[in-house]
């Protein structure tokens, strides 16, 4: 058995899991009773496929801003290094299939997007590398399969 690590998905057996999927990653709570969520959105499968750079980067920012336009319990969305899918973080919101809904409705707003918001070098550290078209194939994949979101483990 390999030894606990400190950090939740470093103890997901990857090989064990089936992309595309959402899952709650972690809780935190604090002094005063709020809770952070942590829900895993897993675009691809670990180990087999990723998102290129410039479309996960342009994804991000588009999550990022239109998923606040769905709930205001939104704390942030981060991309994983392993290019594999993001981490959405949500404050006293405890009811997934809401979390689903919002990803769903945020996934839809990146294939009406006409632009990348915040694509310029003023508001992000890297405003050269995105892709619209990139981020909406991504968004049009993942969607495809929303029947698959709740299913974490192959099998």
């Not at 709930?71 to 689903?100: F, R, W």
């Not at 990146?110 to 968004?139: D, F, M």
């Amino acid at each position: 058995m390999t030894k606990e690590m400190n950090v939740e998905s470093f103890n997901l057996d990857h090989t064990k899991v089936k992309a595309p999927y959402v899952r709650l990653a972690g809780v935190k709570e604090g002094q005063n009773g709020d809770k952070i969520l942590k829900y895993d959105i897993r675009f691809c499968q670990p180990n087999k496929e990723h998102m290129e750079m410039p479309a996960l980067h342009s994804l991000e920012h588009m999550m990022a801003e239109f998923s606040r336009n769905h709930s205001d319990k939104i704390v942030d969305i981060s991309p994983m290094g392993c290019q594999t899918g993001y981490y959405i973080a949500v404050i006293n919101h405890e009811d997934y299939d809401d979390i689903l809904n919002i990803i769903e409705k945020t996934l839809e707003d990146v294939l009406q997007a006409t632009e990348v918001p915040a694509c310029n070098e003023v508001q992000c550290g890297w405003a050269a590398s995105h892709s619209l078209k990139g981020a909406k194939e991504i968004a049009r994949d993942m969607l495809a399969k929303r029947q698959e979101w709740t299913q974490v483990f192959a099998g």
